[in-house]
């Protein structure tokens, strides 16, 4: 017996909306038999989990602060998957932003600054991420390495240097020995948009970001390109599109998004450096897009789903006392679905008995 | 005694893709032992009804029988347990593994592949279709992939071959082969079912025919009563004309000119470019003849700037150097490109037709402002190639894979010629094109040169290079010939310079 997959060439377009509504239902579905073997009420349980994230306004503010960096990152990456570049390091480049911009506010900490410090953090996180994403992208272009492996590898190696920074020389001198910055001053900081909540600037700029990349996707040459090289890349090499140029072009472009999102980030809910600055977004992200079906809006839209799990998981500790794993397992099925629901939709499946049939 | 039934028989068999009809109530019957044409235009519906026969495509209704008793096919590996074998015109083998790998892979038992390939040299000897089992795919010819192919069918002992294309891709000695391995596998028992647009070879070698027009029979007959005009004339349902040649009477001046381009190929087992020097001129056409793999790919490439020169100077377009210009700078001279593979290069599969138009056009033809797409002119555009070129396509805008092979083929070449550009190269321009689409594609190169473009088609057909160019040259181990007039020339002569006769005496012993 083996299983056999051959190409539906007959798959409705609407099934590719289709897909990702039936994986989150079954994500739904297996989280209830999860909840009932660790005996509890199933119902209760998704609801701590999916609704209590969006019962009041201030949850729905939590919500947006989470879904911010997973929409702002998985834009850039969706770039990069459309077009064959797997940049699977965005947490490395969230945390190199995190860095780049978190200097420009400690650098001009206590001295009297004006308001272009905070525009200066952002371009800063954008150019710090985008460099650490040219590193995997020259490799690949230059010397053919797999970008798999650098972009992954990297993320260490940034999580190492904010940990040496926060412990070394960014260390607060009156923090009493904790590993952690000075706070920013006020104009370092991302302007909150409510009294009372976190939201800040950083909901509005990636809603921004979503509508520019979902023109360009849609509209723009560059667009045309980024998917042709990524579905044909003989015919996007008649086309005159330069493939290696426009794996330069991805990465900075995802690059850039990371570090915005680290910058974001760390300015707007932590106010410092800490030595961890992400709960995973850079790898949750990867989730979004393909929840999203590495389309812009897609992505909106998944990045709510996603922020949902962590909130639900968070409550999920206090409420239930369930460990914050669970909301791992959530996503990670959720991922598992969407692409067994892709895999079950565009492939036929059949089994083919061995043995015999080839006398 | 009754007479037998025939080996395998589809009655009123329909298929439909969405509104449209691509098999309509067809009946097609092959006796057993038999070699039996499928022939009709692109598009007709052949490679439709043979996905059906080989259980890829369910009917929408109608009924298949084997040998008399009604039957139903859920998938290919049934088919192939009843003993129904097919070769497709792309082959689905991998590259980095080994013959008997692939074969092994493709066989639907679990053999060890020390045992397959043991088979595999077996039948192969048998059949005399030379294969070294251990040899790794990317290492060989396009004849020799598709005997991988045929190997793999007979190691099942078929009882019915379906060929789909087979030969558009073969050189003709690489066809001679073939036709004497059908032999064999006739006299071995087996029935075949054979698709080609070629009706020359089509007469030689099989004893009746169905003929497709529009999904519909239209007829059967013996094609060996037949001649190739009146077998064309029932696929098309008119008369067919070869296309109108004028003698060339002033060329113009020079619009291509290559001199000592030497370019080493970037793929290992490709062939390198060696102090190639050719001119073509405005208002002809001026044909590259030469046995695949010669470096036509190669100088495709270089002409049309996917691949760059070394020095500038060694391309000229109206005199200007053009050696270290890219693909659209060269359009935007006045070139334009028809590369040989349809489906990957010249069109992106899963793409539609206006996105492949704007593909090769997004320089040259305003489709894009300030970067904007202006998809209204891309519908236009692509209503206006289809119309001049009669591209049956079933919806408004389809992707580039659901058109059969020759409406795409048409496509690609239309959407080029109507740019109305000053220098046109174009490889292989009617592979698996029917007559009629090949004389319209042919009629369309012979005018827009006339009308004072210069037009250089790379070739592997002789009698179409014959037909259509006013001179030729020929390409050997990536060297090309002086050119040659068409007028008055043998084709002996050309058949020599293919074989290497008449280049210098390196270009031949590399060969050895
Ligand atoms: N998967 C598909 N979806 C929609 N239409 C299709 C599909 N496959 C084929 N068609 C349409 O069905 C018709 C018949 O196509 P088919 O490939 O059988 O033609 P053919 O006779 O093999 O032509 P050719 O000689 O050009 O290969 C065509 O109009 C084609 O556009
Ligand atoms: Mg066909």
Request: net charge neutral.
């Amino acid at each position: 017996m083996r299983i056999v997959l051959t190409r539906r060439d007959d798959a409705p377009a609407w099934m590719a909306l289709v897909s990702p509504l039936i994986a989150v239902a079954l994500t739904l579905l297996s989280g209830a038999v999860m909840f009932a073997l660790l005996g509890l009420d199933p119902l209760k349980a998704l609801g701590v989990y999916f609704i209590s994230p969006i019962s009041d306004g201030w949850a729905l503010q939590e919500l947006a602060v989470k879904a911010t960096p997973l929409i702002l990152i998985s834009v850039g990456l969706s770039l990069c998957y459309l077009s064959n570049n797997w940049n699977i390091g965005a947490e490395g480049q969230f945390v190199m932003g995190a860095i780049f911009g978190g200097w420009v506010a400690i650098a001009t900490h206590g001295a009297a600054n004006g308001p272009w410090v905070f525009p200066a953090m952002m371009l800063a996180g954008m150019l710090g991420g985008a460099a650490l994403a040219m590193i995997p992208a020259i490799l690949k272009t230059r010397l053919s390495v797999n970008e798999i492996l650098t972009s992954l590898m990297l993320v260490y190696v940034a999580e190492l240097l904010l940990d040496w920074l926060v412990r070394g020389p960014w260390r607060d001198p009156k923090g009493f020995n904790f590993p952690q910055s000075v706070m920013f001053d006020k104009e370092a900081q991302v302007m909150r948009l409510m009294a009372d909540g976190r939201i800040n600037l950083g909901t509005p700029i990636a809603i921004i970001v979503v509508v520019i990349a979902a023109i360009m996707m849609a509209r723009t040459l560059k667009g045309f390109e980024i998917r042709l090289v990524g579905a044909a890349p003989r015919a996007a090499r008649f086309a005159g599109f330069d493939e290696k140029r426009l794996t330069w072009t991805v990465f900075a472009i995802s690059g850039a998004l990371a570090g915005l999102a680290g910058i974001i980030e760390v300015s707007g809910t932590m106010g410092q450096l800490q030595p961890s600055v992400s709960p995973g977004y850079g790898f949750t992200a990867i989730i979004v897009a393909f929840l999203g079906r590495l389309n812009p809006i897609g992505c909106l839209i998944a990045g709510v789903v996603l922020a949902i799990t962590f909130i639900g998981g968070e409550n999920a500790q206090i409420s239930l006392r369930l460990p914050l794993d669970v909301t791992r397992v959530f996503q990670g099925m959720l991922l598992f679905y969407v692409l067994a629901c892709d895999a079950v939709l565009n492939y036929r499946i059949a089994l083919v008995r061995t043995g015999g049939a080839a006398a | 005694m009754l007479p037998a039934p025939p080996l395998i028989e589809a009655r009123t068999v329909v298929k439909r893709f969405g509104a449209l009809l691509a098999n309509d109530h067809v009946d097609l019957s092959v006796a057993e032992r038999e070699v039996h044409a499928l022939l009709g235009e692109n598009g007709a519906g052949k490679s439709t009804l043979v996905k059906i026969l080989y259980g890829l495509l369910q009917p929408t209704e109608g009924t298949l029988l084997w040998q008399g008793a009604p039957f139903s096919l859920r998938n290919p590996a049934e088919a192939r347990q009843r003993g129904i074998g097919m070769v497709f015109q792309h082959f689905s083998l991998f590259d980095a593994l080994t013959v008997a790998e692939n074969v092994a892979l493709a066989l639907d038992g679990n053999e060890s592949v020390a045992r397959v390939s043991d088979r595999l040299a077996e039948v192969s000897r048998a059949y005399g279709l030379p294969l070294e089992p251990g040899r790794e795919v990317w290492r060989l010819s396009v004849g020799e992939r598709q005997r991988i192919e045929i190997v793999r069918c007979l190691m099942q002992s078929p009882r019915l071959l379906i060929l789909d294309e087979p030969t558009s891709v073969l050189t003709p000695q690489e066809c001679e082969g073939l036709f004497a391995t059908l032999e064999r596998v006739k006299a071995e028992g087996c029935a075949v079912l054979y698709i080609s647009h070629k009706l020359e070879e089509v007469r030689r070698i099989c004893e009746s025919a169905t003929i497709l027009r529009h999904g519909k029979v239209v007829g059967n007959c013996d094609p060996r009563q037949e001649s190739a005009a009146s077998l064309a004339e029932m696929m098309v349902g008119s008369k067919v004309a070869p296309a109108r040649h004028d003698r060339l009477t002033t060329a113009g001046e020079v619009r291509l000119a290559v001199t000592g381009l030497s370019l080493p190929s970037p793929d290992p087992h490709g062939t390198s470019l060696r102090e190639v020097g050719l001119e073509v001129r405005a208002g002809e056409v001026f044909g590259i003849a030469g046995v695949a793999g010669n470096g036509q790919d190669e100088l495709f490439a270089a002409l049309s700037g996917e691949m760059l020169a070394e020095a500038a100077g060694t391309i000229r377009i109206d005199g200007v150097a053009t050696g270290r210009l890219g693909i659209n700078a060269r359009r935007l001279m006045g070139g334009a490109f028809v590369p040989e593979e349809r489906l990957g290069h010249a069109a992106a599969p899963a793409f539609r037709l206006s996105d492949n138009a704007l593909a090769s056009g997004h320089a040259t033809n305003g489709f894009v402002q300030r970067g904007m797409i202006d998809r209204a002119a891309t519908r236009v555009w692509v209503e206006r190639v289809v119309k001049a070129f009669d591209v049956r396509k079933g919806p408004r805008d389809p992707e580039a894979k659901a058109l059969s092979g020759g409406n795409l083929q048409k496509f690609i070449v239309g959407r080029e010629i109507l740019r109305n550009p000053r220098l046109l190269i174009v490889s292989q321009p009617t592979w698996g094109v029917d007559a009629g689409a090949a004389s319209l594609i042919r009629q369309a190169l012979i005018d827009l040169s006339r009308s004072g473009a210069a037009v250089l088609v790379i070739s592997q057909d002789l009698d179409e290079l014959f037909e259509i160019a006013d001179r030729m040259a020929v390409i050997f181990h990536g060297r090309i010939s002086s050119p040659l007039d068409t007028e008055g020339l043998r084709r002996e002569a050309v058949g020599l310079l293919m074989g290497g006769a008449g280049f210098a005496a390196d270009a031949v012993d590399e060969a050895a």
